[in-house]
Each structure stands twice: as structure tokens, then as C-alpha cells.
């Protein structure tokens, strides 16, 4: 070895000696839905392009709300980078929670973000988390029990048609049921999905001061409706399931129809994991014809907790995870129908991915979907299948619950009702909005 080799040497070995020095651990909160488990996956890469570690918590969607929750506003700093949405992101933003993204890289490309979620992940124009997957919800559906029904899915159906297709699916000899549902409760679980539900009803959480509206017909019809339908052709125990358990169900043969994220189209469609993959058909949310459907607006973001002593790591994290590399590498890996949705123009620009079956149906679903104008009667609030305010949360779980039990057979949907308006108007006035 020459002198100029050897001095080349040095100059290589001190700088993995110095990156090796600066490598940070990185622990981060998400949740455990099938395109955040696929992350973990790939972190290796990550690792080996920055030479940082990852420490995954991965929990259940309300357990993860609670933690991150509570860790943010106690500035306990237990994790790095937290896995939130778009009902968390502007109000932690607007605290001083969240750690600005506002000078992410010229290769991340921030511009490419689809406006609907990087509007609803910032705060005064400023974006404080970044997307790894956009969604909204539509109809998943069996095309080979619907045809068997005699029945024909339109693109854009109402409830009623669901309900009828649904009882005529439901086949319990075979375990077969017309629909599933989410009826967990949590404001993010069944409560979200009944709330995109109510507004196709007419119904809306508030009215423009701030007062219930629990006690309307419009709420009635809803809960009503849901409920019979899910008793008649929904499975047992539907006050208990959620995203995941529906997904199961769905994969697993058990399900006519399932209306729920967009997300899910790739894990339903995958022959690997779904043995109904090659007969799923897809549609928009349904309609009461008051024109509003009842699809929602979300995102799973990456957010960086004020406070962290490794901002510059989790920020390199945030660009790996949710830039159109990971895309990209997903793509070779697993098939374009498997990589994170909704949350990037330049996917829905890519001749590879407009063969998907469910990439139109996705889209239209997110652009559809206004949080500014989400009610068919006049609301003071942002947000679709949330109100966007701080008391939410607290307020959703407590609702959900009620309902939940009233699924359940535990009291009568009346009683549930009369309940979320009492508790939900007490907190209000206690918060000060009446």
C-alpha cells in the first residue's frame, strides 16, 4: 500500500468511525395495520443507508393513540417518531408538539405530497407530519356472491341497495355475511366509521353553536339503520371488530361486503394473504341521495415529538419512509399493488400503477371527501369522520362506547343516544364552547 492508499485508508475509517459515532436508535410508536408491519420489514435499508437503528412499539390503533397521547402532552420522550393522523397533527402542531417538516430535503420533494393530505397535516401552512399512506373508504365486495345474488354493484350505491345486497349474501350455513362492519369502540375505530356514516344521513355532530345533536331524527336514522342491518347480515359479535378483525373476516371468505379504508384493497386483493383475491370488486361509499357520502379523509403520518434529542435522524427516517424511494422499492420487492397509497400525485401519474384495479377508486374517494364541507347541514367544525378540536377524542371515545353497547344488545340505541348527547353536551359547556 502506497502512501496515498493508506492515507485514503485513514480518511475512509475515520469517517465510518465518525458516522458510527452520530448513529442514533430511533424508537417509533405506530400501529399495527399491514402496510406500517411491512415497514418494519425494510428497515434494514434504512439502516444500511444512514446507519441508523429503529426500535419498533407497534400496537393496536386505540392502544397507540392513548400512548402517543399521552407521552406528547406529558413530554414523557419514550419515542422518536410517532405514527399519527390528521385529527392529532394540526393541533399538536398549533401546541408546539411537533417538530416543524419545513426543511426536509430538494429530493423529498414536499411538493408531490396530494394537497388533501398535506393540507390536512399542517397548521397555518406548515407541514408538522408527513403522510405514509393516504385513504379514504369505500365498498370492498364479493363480485362472485354478488352475481350469485342476481345483483349488480353500481359504482356509486345507496344504503339501501347495501342493506338488500347484504341480506341476500348472508348465507349463515357457510358463515358467510352479507357485510361487515366496524362496531369497536374508539373514536378512531367504529367511532369514525359511523360518524362518515351519520353525515350520509344528514347528521352531524354539532350544530354551528356548539350544542349536540344526538337527540335528532337524523342521528336516530342512522344508528337505526346500522345496527338492524348489521344484526340481520352482519357476524356475530360486530360490536367488537374493527379495521383488522373485518379485514380477517373479509380474507378469510367471510364477508359479502366491507366497506372500510381504501388501504385495505391491496391486502384483500393479494392472493397470498386473501382467498377471495381474484373476485373483489370495488365502490364508492354509499349515499342516502342527501348528497353527502359517507366516505372519510386520513392519513398515517410520521411525526417528530418536540423535545427529541435525534431530530436530524428522525427526519431521515421520515424522507426513507414516505418518499417515493420506499415507494419504489416496494414496487420491485411486492408488486405496485402493494405499495403505500393516497399519499403522492406522482403515483397516481405512474402508468405503472393506473393498471391496479383499485387506484381510480381510490382516488376518487380522497378527492371526494371535504373536511371543510362534510355535513349536509351547516357544522362549526373541520373534519369528516372527526371534528377537528381537542376535546374530541376524549369526548368520540366516550360516544363509541355507548354505541358499541347498544351493538351489543347491552341497552337500545335510544338509550345510547340519550347518553352521548347528555355526555357530550356536559364536556362542551365544561370546555367552555356553550
Not at 36 to 42: D, F, H, T, V
Not at 203 to 211: H, I, K, S, T
Not at 261 to 286: E, I, M, Q, R, Y
Not at 287 to 304: E, H, P, Q, V, Y
Request: net charge negative.
Amino acid at each position: 500500500m502506497n502512501f496515498k492508499q493508506a492515507l485514503t485508508a485513514v480518511g475512509v475509517a475515520s469517517l465510518m468511525a465518525t458516522s458510527a459515532a452520530h448513529a442514533d436508535n430511533l424508537v417509533i410508536a405506530t400501529v399495527n395495520n399491514g402496510d406500517m408491519i411491512r415497514m418494519q420489514g425494510y428497515t434494514d435499508d434504512f439502516t444500511a443507508k444512514t446507519g441508523h437503528t429503529v426500535e419498533w412499539v407497534t400496537l393496536e390503533e386505540n392502544v397507540l393513540r392513548q400512548r402517543v397521547t399521552t407521552d406528547i402532552t406529558t413530554k414523557g420522550g419514550a419515542f422518536d417518531i410517532m405514527t399519527i393522523g390528521m385529527y392529532e397533527t394540526p393541533i399538536w402542531g398549533k401546541n408546539g408538539w411537533l417538530v416543524p417538516l419545513d426543511d426536509l430535503s430538494a429530493d423529498y420533494n414536499v411538493d408531490d405530497i396530494l394537497p388533501a393530505m398535506s393540507g390536512g397535516l399542517s397548521y397555518e401552512g406548515t407541514l408538522y407530519a408527513a403522510p405514509f399512506y393516504g385513504e379514504s373508504s369505500m365498498i370492498m365486495f364479493r363480485t362472485d356472491l354478488m352475481e350469485a345474488a342476481g345483483m349488480e354493484m353500481p359504482e356509486a350505491p345507496t344504503w339501501d341497495f347495501i342493506a338488500k345486497a347484504a341480506a341476500a349474501m348472508t348465507d349463515r350455513d357457510n358463515e358467510i355475511n352479507g357485510i361487515c362492519l366496524r362496531g369497536k369502540a374508539g373514536w378512531g375505530e367504529g367511532g369514525a366509521f359511523i360518524t362518515a356514516m351519520s353525515n350520509s344521513f344528514g347528521a352531524r355532530w354539532f350544530d354551528e353553536d356548539w350544542n349536540a345533536q344526538f337527540d335528532t331524527e337524523e342521528w336516530a336514522n342512522t344508528l337505526n339503520f346500522f345496527n338492524d342491518m348489521m344484526s340481520a347480515s352482519g357476524p356475530a359479535g360486530f360490536a367488537t371488530n374493527g379495521f383488522n378483525e373485518n379485514l380477517s373476516l373479509f380474507q378469510q371468505g367471510k364477508c359479502g361486503m366491507w366497506i372500510d379504508a381504501t388501504v385495505a384493497a391491496s391486502f384483500v386483493t393479494n392472493p397470498k394473504d386473501s382467498t377471495v383475491a381474484d373476485s373483489v370488486g370495488f365502490a364508492l361509499a354509499p349515499d342516502t341521495g342527501m348528497g353527502k357520502r359517507s366516505n372519510w379523509l386520513w392519513a398515517w403520518a410520521l411525526g417528530i415529538p418536540a423535545g427529541t434529542q435525534k431530530e436530524a435522524a428522525a427526519k431521515q427516517f421520515i424522507e426513507w419512509a414516505t418518499g417515493t424511494g420506499y415507494i419504489e422499492m416496494v414496487a420491485e420487492k411486492e408488486g405496485w399493488a402493494n405499495v403505500p397509497p393516497g399519499a403522492r400525485t406522482s403515483l397516481y401519474e405512474n402508468e405503472n400503477y393506473k393498471d391496479v384495479p383499485f387506484a381510480k377508486m381510490t382516488l376518487d374517494s380522497i378527492l371526494s371527501a371535504d373536511p371543510n364541507d362534510s355535513t349536509v347541514k351547516p357544522s362549526p367544525y373541520v373534519g369528516v369522520q372527526f371534528a377537528a378540536i381537542p376535546e374530541f377524542a376524549g369526548i368520540a371515545t366516550e360516544v363509541s362506547q355507548e354505541f358499541s353497547a347498544a351493538y351489543a344488545g347491552q341497552q337500545t340505541v335510544a338509550e345510547a343516544l340519550e347518553k352521548a348527547q347528555a355526555l357530550t353536551n356536559d364536556a362542551m359547556e365544561a370546555a367552555g364552547y356553550r
